[in-house]
């Protein structure tokens, strides 16, 4: 059971993009969605939060300067380096040092249920070096390994510390949504990340 208060979430409208947003405070209920696909915050007494089914989320936390943040990295997000330009940004505004970070990479869809065509392949070629083996080729389709792709992203700028969860949503629908697998019509799980509170 997660201990946060309602009032304690900072949540964003997610458009697939690459931008960042730091807060220092809860987003009031009253509050309109700032349109961003990560967060950061340094304040133990916020929350931040995001919604997923399929896309990859994310979570960062520096425990050097106590600083969290959460990306939300679907295939537009990768390409446009979301998790490079959070990473940056922690770095920036709270001194964050990329080999300290502890990374998490949280249910998403595996390669094994992401199709895609030959623009974004050719677009994923360009951003990756092919021999990191992000696409996988079979049965006359292509196949994106999303999860790996923001992996090789982060240690390309210096991140060593990666947790994989290696669970696909595709594969796990009574335990999460994919919006692949279920054809559109689900739902959205959060992921959620704070600061531990110091006594």
């Keep these: 059971v997660l201990s946060v208060e309602e009032d304690s979430i900072y949540d964003v409208w997610q458009v697939h993009s690459n931008k960042v947003i730091s807060t ?8 309109s969605h700032k349109k961003a696909d990560a967060i950061i915050s340094n304040n133990p007494h916020v929350t931040l939060l995001m919604l997923f089914a399929d896309c ?3 979570l960062f936390y520096d425990p050097e300067n106590s600083v969290a943040a959460i990306a939300h990295a679907g295939w537009q997000g990768t390409l446009n ?10 770095k920036k505004e709270y001194k964050t040092d990329p080999e300290k970070l502890i990374v ?3 249910p998403s869809i595996c390669m094994n249920h992401y199709e895609i065509g030959k623009d974004l392949e050719g677009k994923f070629l360009k951003k990756i070096n092919p021999k990191e083996n992000i696409l996988n080729y079979s049965r006359g389709k292509i196949f994106l390994d999303l999860r790996r792709a923001n992996e090789i992203l982060l240690t390309n700028i210096g991140v060593v510390n990666i947790i994989n969860s290696n ?3 595709a594969c796990n629908v009574g335990d999460w949504y994919s919006h692949r697998a279920e054809n559109g019509v689900t739902g959205r799980f959060a992921a959620v990340i704070t600061v531990n509170k110091k006594n």
């Design 24 to 31: 220092n405070r809860p987003r009031p209920l009253e509050e």
């Design 56 to 58: 990859v989320p994310v």
């Design 81 to 90: 380096g979301v998790v490079v330009e959070t990473v940056f940004k922690m």
């Design 104 to 106: 998490g990479i949280g």
């Design 167 to 169: 669970i696909c949503a």
